[in-house]
């Protein structure tokens, strides 16, 4: 299942976007960094900090619900739907493929990111040091802290026929995700929103946001753990939405 | 025979109205079960139903002898091929990627989607792109997306729309012949022509009601067709007291039973009236079929 789900990536547009979303992040924040090179600390932490700023608060969460809702656009094409519904697959199976189909284009896209960081840090910028190897570990991790991400919009775009509704509702998220953690009365959400879990996974030993966390095990492990639970639920909930939503 | 599929009391009411009404099918195996009806008489959601993509609002559904329920319904798909409304296919992506897609979804073998594809000729096309395909090759796709899983059961419906006359022909044949191989085949259409001499036994759909269902032969039995008598002096015929309409080529009697028909053969040649030729009108199962639509059914 996960197969065919990996051969419809073929040719797909999901593509263009995963490579332009780090891209633009990467450009960004080298842009900033050497026209404040004065004023920051300078080194690649600084240099993280400015690339992962936008990325983790908007762009990495908005992308992820535009990779969903292309995924998805061509399941709602003509009878694609009656394809899907008779293959003798259970509905679990469909939703995990799609997940994970989706999963995979994220993790290519925090590739992109992680290579073209270093890449600009290293040949663009010039930086001194060594090369930070836990940009790489950040980028694995915020793979794991997108799934309920991943989840959340792999269903809204599978029940919604429109490919901007869902991506609304994303960037909705994305805003009450920087109130929250942003703002100290808003703290709590930050840590079951699905956008709040990315910037603060992406943000894990980053100075640009106040009290993100370091790359401890006391850090990172709850966030692994709310974004397998989370996801996790969020794939039983889709499951029934299948079988009362599409075979009604 | 056993039956495939059977239906009992199987509806579907949606908010307004009620597209499929208490239909009792009963789809033999091994034959090419024509499916008719008008636009809009109901005949995709009924197959919809049968594949359990819309849930009967009441009636049951047997397949293969067991009821369709949520529970039965993966095990029951895996023998059973279709294609509803319009065919599927993603149009990124190749004849064969699509093909593939099917293969990884089914677990089936390279050579279940060889032979899929050349059965339906689209071996040759294989590596084009969908959205480039035309029409025909799109339907065809789809039937061979339907034939990969080898079924026991195929639902098409109007697997037929958009071909040329070739194109049609190529599928009728392709489905009789699937039919010989023991394959039950049940396929819909809204024109007569096209099933006529595909399907063994048909099902007619009118408003959601099944109007008739059974042979080809038992269908023109319900209606009689109109008789001819050739005869170069109608005249002499109609002194004799026959109720029949002159016509250019001599008489034509509506709604005659065969005993009368010998009846007024005898009655003719005993007056000396010179009889060419007499013979039933060939009745297209089309008259039949407006026939039924308008007066509302025989059953
Ligand atoms: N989802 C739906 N909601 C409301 N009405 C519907 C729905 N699906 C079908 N109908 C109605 O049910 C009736 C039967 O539709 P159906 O598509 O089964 O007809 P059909 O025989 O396949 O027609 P055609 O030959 O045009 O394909 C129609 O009046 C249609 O408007
Ligand atoms: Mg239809």
């Given at each position: 299942?996960?197969?065919?789900?990996?051969?419809?990536?073929?040719?797909?547009?999901?593509?263009?976007?995963?490579?332009?979303?780090?891209?633009?992040?990467?450009?960004?924040?080298?842009?900033?960094?050497?026209?404040?090179?004065?004023?920051?600390?300078?080194?690649?932490?600084?240099?993280?900090?400015?690339?992962?700023?936008?990325?983790?608060?908007?762009?990495?969460?908005?992308?992820?619900?535009?990779?969903?809702?292309?995924?998805?656009?061509?399941?709602?094409?003509?009878?694609?739907?009656?394809?899907?519904?008779?293959?003798?697959?259970?509905?679990?199976?469909?939703?995990?493929?799609?997940?994970?189909?989706?999963?995979?284009?994220?993790?290519?896209?925090q590739?992109?990111?992680?290579?073209?960081?270093?890449?600009?840090?290293?040949?663009?910028?010039?930086?001194?040091?060594?090369?930070?190897?836990?940009?790489v570990?950040?980028?694995?991790?915020?793979?794991?802290?997108?799934?309920?991400?991943?989840?959340?919009?792999?269903?809204?775009?599978?029940?919604?026929?429109?490919?901007?509704?869902?991506?609304?509702?994303?960037?909705?998220?994305?805003?009450?995700?920087?109130?929250?953690?942003?703002?100290v009365?808003?703290?709590?959400?930050?840590?079951?929103?699905?956008?709040?879990?990315?910037?603060?996974a992406?943000?894990?030993?980053?100075?640009?946001?106040?009290?993100?966390?370091?790359?401890?095990?006391?850090?990172?492990?709850?966030?692994?753990?709310?974004?397998?639970?989370?996801?996790?639920?969020?794939?039983?909930?889709?499951?029934?939405?299948?079988?009362?939503?599409?075979?009604r | 025979?056993?039956?495939?599929?059977?239906?009992?009391?199987?509806?579907?009411?949606?908010?307004?109205?009620?597209?499929?009404?208490?239909?009792?099918?009963?789809?033999?195996?091994?034959?090419?079960?024509?499916?008719?009806?008008?636009?809009?008489s109901?005949?995709?959601?009924?197959?919809?139903?049968?594949l359990?993509?819309?849930?009967?609002?009441?009636?049951?559904?047997?397949?293969?002898?067991?009821?369709?329920?949520?529970?039965?319904?993966?095990?029951?798909?895996?023998?059973?091929?279709?294609?509803?409304?319009?065919?599927?296919g993603?149009?990124?992506?190749?004849?064969?990627?699509?093909?593939?897609?099917?293969?990884?979804?089914?677990?089936?073998a390279?050579?279940?989607?060889?032979?899929?594809?050349?059965?339906?000729?689209?071996?040759?096309?294989?590596?084009?792109?969908?959205?480039?395909?035309?029409?025909?090759?799109?339907?065809?796709?789809?039937?061979?997306m339907?034939?990969?899983?080898?079924?026991?059961?195929?639902?098409?419906?109007?697997?037929?729309?958009?071909?040329?006359?070739?194109?049609?022909?190529?599928?009728?044949?392709?489905?009789?012949?699937?039919?010989?191989?023991?394959?039950?085949?049940?396929?819909?259409?809204?024109?007569?022509?096209?099933?006529?001499?595909?399907?063994?036994?048909?099902?007619?759909?009118?408003?959601?009601?099944?109007?008739?269902?059974?042979t080809?032969?038992?269908?023109?039995?319900?209606?009689?067709?109109?008789?001819?008598?050739?005869?170069?002096?109608?005249?002499?015929?109609?002194?004799?007291?026959?109720?029949?309409?002159?016509?250019?080529?001599?008489?034509r009697?509506s709604?005659?039973?065969?005993?009368?028909?010998?009846?007024?053969?005898?009655?003719?040649?005993?007056?000396?009236?010179?009889?060419?030729?007499?013979?039933?009108?060939?009745?297209?199962?089309?008259?039949?079929?407006?026939?039924?639509?308008?007066?509302?059914?025989?059953?």
């Amino acid at each position: 299942m996960l197969r065919a789900e990996l051969i419809k990536l073929r040719r797909s547009a999901i593509w263009p976007i995963a490579l332009a979303l780090p891209l633009l992040a990467v450009t960004t924040g080298t842009i900033n960094y050497a026209n404040n090179a004065d004023m920051l600390a300078g080194g690649w932490a600084a240099f993280n900090s400015q690339v992962v700023m936008f990325y983790g608060l908007l762009f990495f969460s908005l992308g992820i619900g535009l990779l969903a809702a292309t995924s998805w656009r061509a399941e709602h094409r003509g009878t694609n739907w009656n394809l899907l519904l008779t293959t003798s697959r259970r509905p679990v199976t469909l939703v995990l493929a799609k997940v994970a189909a989706t999963a995979v284009s994220v993790a290519f896209m925090q590739a992109v990111l992680v290579v073209g960081t270093l890449v600009s840090g290293a040949f663009v910028l010039r930086l001194d040091g060594g090369v930070p190897w836990q940009l790489v570990l950040v980028g694995a991790i915020s793979i794991v802290a997108a799934l309920p991400l991943v989840v959340v919009q792999s269903l809204l775009s599978m029940l919604l026929k429109s490919f901007a509704a869902p991506v609304a509702v994303c960037l909705a998220g994305c805003v009450l995700g920087v109130a929250s953690v942003t703002s100290v009365g808003l703290r709590p959400l930050s840590y079951v929103l699905p956008q709040a879990i990315n910037t603060r996974a992406l943000n894990l030993g980053s100075t640009a946001l106040t009290g993100s966390g370091s790359l401890t095990p006391d850090d990172v492990l709850p966030i692994l753990l709310t974004a397998l639970g989370l996801a996790a639920a969020c794939v039983a909930l889709g499951v029934a939405a299948i079988r009362w939503v599409r075979l009604r | 025979m056993s039956a495939v599929i059977t239906t009992q009391g199987l509806t579907r009411a949606f908010r307004n109205h009620t597209a499929v009404d208490s239909l009792d099918l009963r789809v033999p195996q091994g034959v090419v079960y024509g499916f008719l009806g008008p636009n809009g008489s109901g005949k995709s959601t009924t197959m919809k139903m049968l594949l359990g993509l819309t849930r009967p609002t009441s009636g049951g559904i047997t397949l293969f002898g067991r009821p369709l329920t949520p529970a039965s319904r993966i095990d029951l798909l895996r023998s059973i091929g279709s294609m509803i409304e319009a065919p599927p296919g993603y149009g990124h992506l190749t004849g064969l990627e699509n093909m593939r897609i099917v293969q990884h979804m089914l677990d089936l073998a390279d050579a279940q989607i060889d032979k899929a594809l050349a059965t339906v000729r689209l071996t040759a096309h294989r590596d084009k792109l969908v959205r480039n395909y035309s029409l025909g090759m799109k339907q065809r796709l789809g039937v061979a997306m339907a034939l990969a899983r080898d079924p026991a059961l195929l639902v098409l419906d109007e697997p037929t729309n958009g071909l040329d006359p070739a194109g049609i022909e190529e599928i009728r044949t392709l489905l009789v012949e699937l039919a010989s191989e023991g394959i039950t085949v049940m396929v819909s259409s809204h024109l007569l022509d096209e099933i006529d001499r595909m399907a063994d036994v048909l099902g007619i759909l009118s408003g959601g009601k099944l109007i008739f269902q059974g042979t080809r032969d038992e269908l023109f039995e319900h209606s009689t067709p109109d008789l001819v008598i050739e005869t170069p002096d109608p005249g002499a015929a109609l002194a004799l007291g026959i109720t029949a309409t002159p016509v250019s080529e001599g008489l034509r009697i509506s709604g005659i039973t065969k005993e009368r028909t010998a009846e007024v053969v005898r009655r003719l040649a005993v007056a000396g009236v010179p009889i060419h030729e007499v013979r039933r009108v060939r009745q297209s199962l089309e008259d039949v079929f407006m026939d039924l639509t308008g007066r509302g059914g025989l059953l």
